[in-house]
């Protein structure tokens, strides 16, 4: 099936495509409206050696800069506490504090440092930016408690600062727009595979009527009686009956005086429909007196028989008949 083919089908079944479509255009507004936008909130810190790390790192007097002492430990130990954030005692301690959004904790995307950036997604802005700060301060919290539960001094525990403060919250549409999408597509397919399926099934139904059509009359020239679909049966021929004598009584016997039916007849010429009948009758005298020799008279007595006479008649042409043939010399 080719685009034109395509097009044909689009054009031939508007009734479908039209309302579908703008079913899909409805239901995509309707995906995009009622669909809450997602916001997004990003902030990030870093881990910072302890005060007894870093004299010992950078000797002098008042020398005590953290941020000249960034070693390997330190990444571990972010990797760590991000790890702890994620448990399940931690996220439940921050939704006592009111923390309801989304949020996942990360080494910071190509750092070489101990950087960790905590990623808050919400659809309230307001509530979104405090609790991104508050997740902030809970990492802190949560850093020096694991250090003092392990008896660390003070002067030893590790340190955390914050690089980038709660950035403002930004739309995120990606999956607002996949809602939409789905709406709108999964509308346009249907309204596409039901078109289809609607003109396959017309054209097996115009296929069947065409063989039929064609099959039928092949069948009543071959047999005679086949019937087309739609078309009513054609009546019945009637039947020839046998002609009754014409000079026969009720009683079997001949009435004197009119002419005796000796044999009697039809046939049908012309098409089957019998439209040209011919009936053929022949027909002898009655016996009467019969003359004497001579010239003498008459006499009684039954006279010899006479020789018959052959009539045809026709309906169309000769409804009376006509004196066709002479038998028996007359």
């Known amino acids: 099936m080719d685009l034109g083919e395509i097009l044909?089908?689009?054009?031939?079944?508007?009734?479908?495509?039209?309302?579908?479509?703008?079913?899909?255009?409805?239901?995509?507004?309707?995906?995009?409206?009622?669909?809450?936008?997602?916001?997004?909130?990003?902030?990030?810190?870093?881990?910072?050696?302890?005060?007894?790390?870093?004299?010992?790192?950078?000797?002098?007097?008042?020398?005590?800069?953290?941020?000249?002492?960034?070693?390997?430990?330190?990444?571990?130990?972010?990797?760590?506490?991000?790890?702890?954030l994620q448990s399940t005692g931690a996220q439940a301690e921050l939704l006592r504090m009111g923390v309801t959004e989304d949020f996942e904790v990360g080494l910071a995307e190509g750092a070489q440092g101990p950087f960790l950036t905590f990623t808050v997604t919400g659809t309230d802005q307001?509530?979104?930016?405090?609790?991104?700060?508050?997740?902030?301060?809970?990492?802190?919290?949560?850093?020096?408690?694991?250090?003092?539960?392990?008896?660390?001094?003070?002067?030893?525990?590790?340190?955390?600062t914050e690089i980038i403060p709660p950035q403002k919250p930004e739309p995120q549409l990606k999956d607002k727009l996949k809602v939409v999408i789905a709406a709108g597509g999964g509308t346009t397919a249907l309204a596409v595979l039901v078109t289809f399926v609607v003109e396959s099934l017309a054209r097996s139904r115009r296929r069947r009527l065409e063989l039929a059509a064609v099959t039928a009359p092949s069948?009543?020239?071959?047999?005679?009686?086949?019937?087309?679909?739609?078309?009513?049966?054609?009546?019945?021929?009637?039947?020839?009956?046998p002609q009754?004598?014409?000079?026969?009584?009720?009683?079997?016997?001949?009435?004197?005086?009119?002419?005796?039916?000796?044999?009697?007849?039809?046939?049908r010429r012309g098409g089957p429909g019998g439209s040209d009948e011919t009936v053929i009758m022949s027909l002898r005298p009655a016996p009467g007196p019969a003359p004497r020799p001579g010239g003498a008279g008459w006499t009684t007595g039954s006279a010899?028989?006479?020789p018959s006479t052959t009539y045809r008649s026709s309906e169309r042409s000769h409804p009376r008949g006509q004196n066709a043939d002479r038998l028996n010399g007359s």
């Open 219 to 241: 069948a009543g020239v071959a047999g005679g009686s086949a019937r087309v679909p739609g078309r009513p049966s054609p009546a019945p021929q009637p039947q020839p009956q």
């Open 8 to 84: 044909l089908v689009a054009r031939t079944r508007w009734y479908i495509i039209l309302p579908m479509m703008l079913l899909a255009v409805g239901l995509s507004v309707a995906a995009f409206v009622l669909v809450p936008t997602s916001y997004q909130s990003t902030t990030t810190v870093s881990l910072l050696s302890s005060p007894a790390a870093t004299d010992a790192a950078t000797p002098g007097e008042n020398n005590d800069n953290p941020f000249l002492n960034f070693n390997g430990s330190l990444v571990a130990t972010a990797d760590f506490l991000g790890r702890s």
């Open 304 to 306: 010899p028989a006479a």
């Open 126 to 160: 307001a509530h979104l930016l405090a609790s991104t700060a508050t997740i902030a301060r809970y990492a802190d919290t949560k850093l020096t408690s694991i250090q003092a539960e392990n008896g660390v001094k003070p002067k030893d525990m590790v340190r955390m």
């Open 244 to 267: 009754q004598p014409a000079n026969t009584a009720r009683n079997g016997r001949a009435d004197p005086g009119k002419p005796a039916v000796v044999n009697s007849g039809a046939e």
